[in-house]
């Protein structure tokens, strides 16, 4: 039961981090941006100050799971990059 639960949890926080992933890419991130997260298949480490922005935003929640989020995240932002840069190949 245990397992469930932890893997339920792991769900929740990569489907919100995909979620806001796909607001980021369409509403905020550059291609450069894209790129690194795309790269990286997750939040790159080297961006300190967003990391601890979404760290800040969760803090108060015993249960999230940064990995989980950041996985989803980045995710979520290489599918829209491989969509950029095929639109772009194709022209």
């Known amino acids: 039961m245990k397992k469930n639960n932890s893997t339920d949890n792991i769900q929740k ?3 919100l981090g995909y979620a806001h992933g796909v607001t980021f890419a369409h509403e905020e991130a550059d291609y450069e941006e894209l790129a690194a997260i ?3 298949k997750a939040i790159p480490a ?3 100050i967003f990391r601890a922005q979404i760290l800040n935003r969760f803090l108060a929640n015993s ?3 940064f ?3 950041s996985r989803g995240f980045g995710c979520s932002c290489e599918k829209v ?3 950029l840069t095929q639109k772009g190949s194709r022209s």
């Open 13 to 15: 926080w990569y489907d």
């Open 46 to 48: 080297q961006w300190d």
């Open 63 to 65: 249960s999230f799971d």
């Open 81 to 83: 990059f491989k969509t």
């Open 67 to 69: 990995s989980a989020y």
């Open 38 to 40: 795309s790269e990286e």
